[in-house]
């Protein structure tokens, strides 16, 4: 979490005087789980509410009132703002229980899907490219039938001319992701598939010849074709 917006929560919750009780070193990875209970826990004792709002959407969705609210926490809070708050920035939100931590739990897993399905998208596209079939139309091919993603839409046509403007940031789409993983190992869960395109979304971050992270997490795309040894993916990387 980054270390201005945790004292900037910490002082709306508390009052000037005690964000000193929040405040961590930057180097600090302090996950927004553990932050939420530190919250909530010091919330209830001063006879007040929390309720944990992570939401699903990026830049887009937010900015049309589409995002997705994935609450925990206090019911009384979301039975109260669900119909005014929530409904006027998204278009539906759903309670996960009393305990804080589970609206975490749900954009992780709604978020390493989502990478593990933009990492098969793209090798798909790149294998398709490099058999010589036309990107465009396999991007059209794909929409027509049984596993059309809005995803693959809204990315595959920018993914082909290299634009990656960004509205979920690789660096972040990475995070998520190496969290998620962390997740399935402590719940005992077979997380091969996840595990293997968070190896993917790690290096295309860490690759500074890419220069990519805060590129959108579509970007992961460039490592594929630049860990290709196709004719066509040499090309590309030519470009």
Known sequence: MPFLFASAIAAFAYGYNCVCECIVPESTKTHINQFCKFISRNVSHMNSR??????????GPAATGALIFLCAGNKAVFDEIVDSALAAMGKASHYFGSEVGYGTRAKLVVNSLMGSMLAAFGEGLALAESVGL????????IGQGAIQSPVFGLKGPKMLVKDHAPNFPLKHASKDMTLASAMAKKAGVEFSVNNQAESLFRKATEDKELNV????????FELIHKESTSEYSRKRKAE
Request: net charge negative; proline share 4%; aromatic share 8%.
């Open 134 to 141: 036309d990107g465009s139309k396999m991007v059209e091919v």
């Open 213 to 220: 992270a805060d590129e959108d997490f579509s970007a992961v």
């Open 50 to 59: 929390f309720l944990e709002a992570p939401v699903s959407g990026s830049k």
